[in-house]
């Protein structure tokens, strides 16, 4: 399996982007995929997940202003970001794994993950 983002920048404080994550491979049908997010001098943290039923699930500092969303027939996953601040500055990553969302937000859970994407807020 293979993840590939794309849709990072430089946005102002209260834009928006789109970061999109093209999946190749094959998942099995009871999946997860994840949003990571790591600034420089912090760990890595969760985003947000949707899973194969295409639940979402949000970290309280996105919830209200990210969406994670997914086209299976495009084999891709978007994380629609809003209303910006500098404090979502971070590279961002893509992860996947063959099983549920349970416990999304842990790193280590996660088997196949992108290259990142960077995204920078700032006037």
């Known amino acids: 399996v293979q993840l590939v983002e794309s849709g990072g920048g430089l946005v102002q404080p209260g834009g928006s982007l789109r970061l999109s994550c093209v999946v190749s491979?094959?998942?099995?049908?009871?999946?997860?995929m994840g949003w990571f997010r790591q600034a420089p001098g912090k760990e890595r943290e969760g985003v947000a997940s949707?899973?194969?039923?295409?639940?979402?699930t949000y970290a309280d500092s996105v919830k209200g202003r990210f969406t994670i969303s997914q086209d299976n027939a495009q084999n891709t996953v978007y994380l629609q970001m809003n209303s910006l601040k500098p404090d979502d500055t971070a590279m961002y990553y893509c992860a996947a794994r063959s099983w549920s969302c349970v416990s999304w937000a842990s790193v280590t859970y996660y088997t196949y993950w992108g290259q990142g994407t960077q995204v920078t807020v700032s006037s």
């Open positions: 491979g094959y998942l099995y049908n009871n999946y997860c």
């Open positions: 949707i899973d194969s039923d295409g639940t979402p």
